[in-house]
C-alpha cells in the first residue's frame, strides 16, 4: 500500500460546483496532514492543515478521520482560480525524523 | 513575506559532471528539505536535514548525493556525477516545526536537466 494515496482524477467541474476530494494514508501513527495547491510547472503552495476537529478556511474545508486513515477536502463555490493539483501531505514520524510524503495529487478543471 | 530562494532556476549539465544547487531557506527556520520532481510525476522526498545533519533520507538519496549547510544561510545540494535519470524539478523547503505542525514553504525550483 502507498503510503499516501489520491485519486489522480482529473476532476472537471463548472464554477460554483462543490467538489471533494479524498485521500489515505498507510500508517496510523502519522501525525501532521496538510493539503497542499500546485500549480503547473510550480512549487507545491501550503493550502490548509488539518485537523481532527475539521477545519475550515474560506471555501475550503478539511476533515481527518484517524480510524479510517482518511483526509477529505471539500471546494464550495469553485472558481476558475481553483484549478491546480491538489497534494494531500502527511508527516509519518514513526521513523523518528522528518520526512514529510506527497500523495501524486488530484488534478481539478474548473470551467467557465 | 519571507521566502525560500533557490538558485539557479534552471541548470542544464552533462552527463557524469557534478551539480550543486543552492537555497536560501527562511531565516528563523531550522528543519530544511529537498524533494525532486520528475516532470509528470509526484513530488517525492530526497532528504531532511536538521541541527547540521541529515534527519532522514529517501532510497533515491544514494551516495551520489550530499547535502550541506556551509555557512548557517545557504542550504546546498550535490550530485556528484550526475545521470540522465537525474533530471527533474529540485525543491528545496523549510519549515519551523512551531507547535510540531510541520507546515513546509518551498522555494520555486531548480530545474535540472542532464543531457
Redesign the interface.
Given at each position: 500500500r502507498k503510503e499516501v494515496e489520491q485519486d489522480p482524477g482529473p476532476f472537471n467541474v463548472p464554477e460554483g460546483a462543490t467538489v471533494a476530494f479524498n485521500c489515505t494514508y498507510s500508517n496510523s501513527a502519522s501525525q501532521s496532514f496538510f493539503w497542499y495547491r500546485q500549480d503547473c510547472r510550480k512549487e507545491p503552495k501550503l493550502l490548509m492543515s488539518v485537523y481532527s476537529s475539521g477545519n475550515e478556511d474560506g471555501r475550503f474545508t478539511a476533515q481527518l478521520n484517524r480510524a479510517s486513515q482518511y483526509i477529505s477536502l471539500l471546494i464550495r463555490d469553485s472558481k476558475l482560480s481553483d484549478s491546480a493539483t491538489y497534494l494531500c501531505v502527511v508527516n509519518p514520524y514513526y521513523t523518528g525524523g522528518f520526512k514529510t510524503i506527497f500523495g501524486a495529487g488530484t488534478r481539478l478543471f474548473v470551467k467557465a | 513575506e519571507p521566502e525560500v530562494t533557490q538558485t539557479p532556476s534552471h541548470q542544464v549539465t552533462q552527463m557524469g559532471q557534478e551539480v550543486i544547487l543552492r537555497c536560501v531557506p527562511i531565516s528563523n527556520h531550522l528543519?530544511f528539505?529537498w524533494?525532486r520532481q520528475i516532470l509528470g510525476?509526484?513530488?517525492?522526498?530526497l532528504v531532511?536535514f536538521?541541527n547540521n545533519e541529515i534527519?532522514?533520507k529517501?532510497e533515491i538519496f544514494d551516495d551520489q548525493f550530499s547535502v550541506e549547510r556551509p555557512d548557517g544561510s545557504n542550504f546546498t545540494l550535490k550530485i556528484r556525477s550526475t545521470k540522465l535519470e537525474d533530471s527533474a524539478?529540485y525543491?528545496c523547503a523549510s519549515s519551523d516545526?512551531t507547535g510540531?505542525?510541520?507546515?513546509?514553504?518551498?522555494?520555486?525550483?531548480t530545474q535540472l536537466s542532464v543531457l
Open positions: - | 528543519y528539505y524533494y510525476q509526484k513530488v517525492e522526498f531532511s536538521y534527519s532522514e529517501s524539478m525543491f516545526m510540531g505542525n510541520e507546515k513546509l514553504f518551498f522555494g520555486s525550483g
